[in-house]
């Protein structure tokens, strides 16, 4: 299966409830390695977001509009933020 399908596959589990790697693992029937990857990069991308679980375990969730522009607008900022640096190097 396609990344992209996976990381659908992913997100629509998340809209359900909460999940841990663990859980996601079992669930999609891949190894925790592969779902591992597949969360860095949504969230990186801003469409998931870690909380801590009432037992302490780190479990993903779907993000909101409102976090998902956050996320967008910081990414931004960060990459304004290295067109800046670039800039004073070359002075």
Known sequence: ?????????VI???QVKPLSLAELATVMELKEKRVFRLL??????????SLRGP???RKYRTTTAE???A???ANEGDAA????EEDEEDE
């Open 81 to 84: 933020e290295v067109d800046v």
């Open 40 to 49: 860095r990069s949504l969230f990186e991308g801003g469409e998931i977001a």
């Open 67 to 69: 976090e998902k522009e």
């Open 1 to 9: 299966m396609s990344t992209a399908k996976l990381k659908k596959d």
């Open 12 to 14: 629509k589990h998340l």
């Open 71 to 73: 996320a967008k607008k």
């Open 55 to 57: 037992d302490g375990a």
